[in-house]
Each structure stands twice: as C-alpha cells, then as structure tokens.
C-alpha cells in the first residue's frame, strides 16, 4: 500500500517530535541528577565546615576552662592550707591559753579561741 507523500511527512514529523519529546525528558532526567548530586555535595561541604567550627569553638572552650579550673583549684587549695595553718595556730594557742593550772582544759575558752581565729579568717 502506498502511503502518500503528505502522510508519510506527517508519520516522520510525528516520530521526530516523539524523539524530540524523548531526547528533552532524557535532558531533563539527566540534569536533574546533577542538580540533585550538587546539591547533596554542598550539603556535605555545609555539615563538614559547621562540624570544623563548632570543633574549634568547643577546643577553645575547653582551653579556657581548663585555664580557669586551675586557677581555682590554686585558689582552693591556698585557701586549705592558710585553713589548715589557722586552726593549727589556734590549736596551739588553745593548748597554750585554755588551760588552768591543774592542766585542765576550759572549752569555754578553746571555742572563744577557735572563733575568733575563725572570725580573723573570715
């Protein structure tokens, strides 16, 4: 059968808009593969720089914490130890000034001692 001329150029018009249709889909398919592979590449970039300044915010946290701990744990422990001096002057002084003179201890006077040591520390 013999097609005529008009018809076969509407059948290859046809087939030529359907691969055109074909060629623009598989266009489309393929950049929106990229777009989609971009995106997920500056995703990673996003998470791995917040990841890096938040690490180096935390180790410069921690740096300044380590500082101030050992400043106060300095301060602390000056503190004991002029404590630690205090009461043993007042000890001292308790067993030097508290006692009559049979060698009895008055409690009376070792507390009145103890606080006003305490007091002088304050």
Do not use: C
């Not at 996003?46 to 946290?61: E, I, Y």
């Not at 130890?81 to 201890?105: F, H, P, T």
């Amino acid at each position: 059968m013999t097609d005529s001329p008009p018809l076969q150029a509407a059948l290859i018009a046809a087939i030529i808009a359907f691969g055109g249709i074909l060629v623009q889909l598989l266009i489309a398919y393929l950049g929106r593969r990229q777009t989609a592979q971009q995106l997920d590449l500056q995703q990673l970039v996003s998470h791995r720089t917040t990841a890096s300044f938040v690490a180096d915010k935390r180790q410069k946290w921690i740096d300044e914490l380590r500082t101030d701990m050992a400043f106060h744990l300095a301060l602390s422990q000056e503190i004991v130890w002029k404590w630690d001096a205090m009461r043993s002057r007042a000890a001292v002084r308790a067993d030097q000034e508290a006692k009559d003179g049979k060698g009895n201890i008055d409690q009376l006077k070792v507390d009145k001692i103890h606080q006003d040591a305490a007091d002088a520390f304050a």
